[in-house]
Each structure stands twice: as C-alpha cells, then as structure tokens.
C-alpha cells in the first residue's frame, strides 16, 4: 500500500519557519520524483517545490524562491520542506505527492498523495 504522511505543520507568525516532513512507504521512494503543494481555501492546488530522483534537481515557485528548501532523505524515505520566512499568504494546507515521472510540477502529473498539513501564518 502507497502511504504519504504528512507531518510538521502548525501556526507560526509571519516571517517565523516551519519543517514540514513527508514519510512514503509501499513504493520504491529512490526512483520518484517528490513534489509539494499547496491549497488555501478558495484556490486551487498549485505546486509549491519539487525533488527530482534521477539528480536530485529542485524546483521552486517563483512565490517560494529564497524562502524554502526541499531535500530528500533516500535512507529514510523522507522529504523535507523547510519553510523560513514565512508569510501569511503561505498559510495553506501543504500537501507532498510522488511520482515516477513529472513532465511539470502540476497536481495532475503527480500519481500518489498525502492527506495534508495545515500551515497557518499569522500576522
């Protein structure tokens, strides 16, 4: 069974960090690409970073660029988003998504997902 657990979300003031982790199980974590998005109320999905497996290429939004950082731990089947200067219009429910192969950092191209962590940014 495929399993994305999302965990580290929670309330932060404006410009204060979070770590946001993602386990995976029952998929061979080192040959997929690992992505996370994001969904505030009223807006779509949109995809905020993403790891590559083939080399470990990162992608960023432009929203995020300098602000996160996505690694990837193949030893621990872990993805991390580590989340600094934080604003309140990063408050969303942060999702991570796998797949084999991403043509685009977009919702559809990802096969499995996790059920979300909430991110509240406060003013």
């Known amino acids: 069974e495929v399993r994305l657990v999302e965990s580290g979300g929670g309330l932060v003031q404006a410009g204060g960090s979070l770590r946001l982790s993602c386990a995976a199980s029952?998929?061979?974590?080192?040959?997929?690409?690992i992505g996370w998005f994001r969904q505030a109320p009223g807006k779509e999905r949109e995809g905020v970073s993403c790891?590559?497996?083939?080399?470990?290429?990162?992608y960023y939004a432009d929203s995020v660029k300098g602000r996160f950082t996505i690694s990837r731990d193949n030893a621990k089947n872990t993805v991390y988003l580590q989340m600094n200067s934080l604003k309140p219009e990063d408050t969303a429910v942060y999702y991570c998504?796998?797949?084999?192969?991403?043509?685009?950092?977009?919702?559809?191209?990802?096969?499995?997902w996790g059920r979300g962590t909430q991110v509240t940014v406060s003013s």
């Open positions: 029952g998929f061979t974590f080192d040959d997929h690409a």
């Open positions: 998504a796998a797949s084999f192969i991403v043509y685009e950092v977009s919702p559809s191209a990802f096969e499995y």
């Open positions: 790891i590559f497996s083939n080399d470990g290429s990162t």
